[in-house]
């Protein structure tokens, strides 16, 4: 059964980086599937953030691609999202999902973080 | 980018009832599209992928048509539990967008 769990701070203060960590079980990530992340600001729609294949190749939304890097680590079986010199438009729940068919169709989802950019 | 238009925005129908959603895309994306349901305080699950395919576990009575630039969800015998809201997310081009969203309410 795969499952995906993010962790990190739920508070982080303005124009410092905001990082989260998505371990995976049940699925290898170095098996042939992209990892994606995605976001949902308070009482608004979901917003892709960004993904990272099983060879480490990543792509991003252009609207964060300065601020936004999402690496892997084989060996713990986790990802990882940091976005940079966050703002409180950056405020919202972060999800991790696995892509299986590397064209975001996401078939598995974490159950979210809430980040709050606040001093 | 392409721009994904969901409608209705949201809406309100009864236990029994079918409900339409779709989504229009600003170009052709063939047939690029999945369908998301989220509940109030839940992670997005998936439903359908590819215009069309449901997704393992999914009730039938959701079925996805439509391609090239046209998309519809159809939920059939609406059951209680199919309250909250839902996204079309068209995956042809990166970046990936998500329609806007249509909250279900059941009556």
């Known amino acids: 059964q795969v499952q995906l769990q993010e962790s990190g701070p739920g508070l982080v203060k303005p124009l410092e980086t905001l990082s989260l960590t998505c371990a995976v079980s049940?699925?290898?990530?170095?098996?042939?599937?992209?990892w994606t992340w995605v976001r949902q600001a308070p009482g608004k729609g979901l917003e892709w953030i960004g993904e990272?294949?099983?060879?480490?190749?990543?792509n991003y939304n252009p609207s964060l691609k300065s601020r936004v890097i999402i690496t892997m680590d084989k060996s713990a079986n986790q990802f990882s999202l940091y976005l940079t010199s966050v703002t409180a438009a950056d405020t919202a729940v972060y999800y991790c999902?696995?892509?299986?068919?590397?064209?975001?169709?996401?078939?598995?989802w974490g159950q979210g973080i809430l980040v709050t950019v606040s001093s | 980018d392409i721009q994904m238009t969901q409608s209705p925005s949201s809406l309100s129908a009864s236990v029994g009832d079918t409900v339409t959603i779709t989504c229009q895309s600003s170009?052709?994306?063939?047939?690029?599209v999945s369908w998301y349901q989220q509940r109030p305080g839940k992670a997005p699950r998936l439903l359908i992928y590819?215009?069309?395919n449901l997704q393992i576990g999914v009730p039938s009575r959701f079925i996805g048509s439509g391609s090239e630039t046209h998309f519809t969800l159809i939920i059939s015998g609406l059951q209680r539990e199919d309250s909250g809201t839902y996204y079309c997310?068209?995956?042809?081009?990166?970046?990936?967008?998500f329609g806007q969203g249509t909250r279900l309410e059941i009556k």
């Open positions: 999902a696995r892509d299986v068919e590397a064209g975001c169709v996401l078939d598995h």
């Open positions: 049940g699925n290898s990530i170095s098996d042939d599937n992209w």
């Open positions: 990272i294949s099983h060879t480490g190749t990543a």
């Open positions: 170009q052709n994306i063939l047939r690029h």
């Open positions: 590819t215009a069309t």
């Open positions: 997310l068209q995956s042809q081009h990166k970046p990936y967008p």
